[in-house]
Nanobody
Framework: VQLQASGGGSVQAGGSRRLSCSAS????????VAWFRQAPGKEREFVSA????????YYGDFVKGRFTISRDNDKKTVYLQMNDLTSEDTAVYYC???????????????WGLGTLVTVSS
């Protein structure tokens, strides 16, 4: 399975950005897809995940209703809509998948290259 994250770029504080994670390979519908992020000098942290099956969603505490994760199984793509961005959201955003669901990065076996989001104040 290969993943490709896209949609990063520069945005002003208070703005929005939508990230996409496209997957190749079979059985995408059976995978949980998660987003993590890593800011300079910080550890990689969990942002959001959408589970296989019914598509239950999970969010990191810092999201506070600003982000929405969704998936389109036909397109094998997961989206992360990010609103009300702040400079604290500046980071490289990674998507990852696995057949189990979790908030730890160690729960995910396949990772895509990240996409950089820079929020300027």
């Amino acid at each position: 399975v290969q993943l490709q994250a896209s949609g990063g770029g520069s945005v002003q504080a208070g703005g929005s950005r939508r990230l996409s994670c496209s997957a190749s390979g079979r059985a995408f519908i059976n995978y949980t897809v998660a987003w993590f992020r890593q800011a300079p000098g910080k550890e990689r942290e969990f942002v959001s995940a959408v589970k296989y099956g019914v598509g239950t969603t999970y969010y990191g505490d810092f999201v506070k209703g600003r982000f929405t994760i969704s998936r389109d199984n036909d397109k094998k793509t997961v989206y992360l809509q990010m609103n009300d961005l702040t400079s604290e959201d500046t980071a490289v955003y990674y998507c990852a998948i696995n057949t189990i669901c979790g908030t730890s990065l160690f729960a995910y076996s396949y990772w895509g290259l990240g996409t950089l989001v820079t929020v300027s104040s």
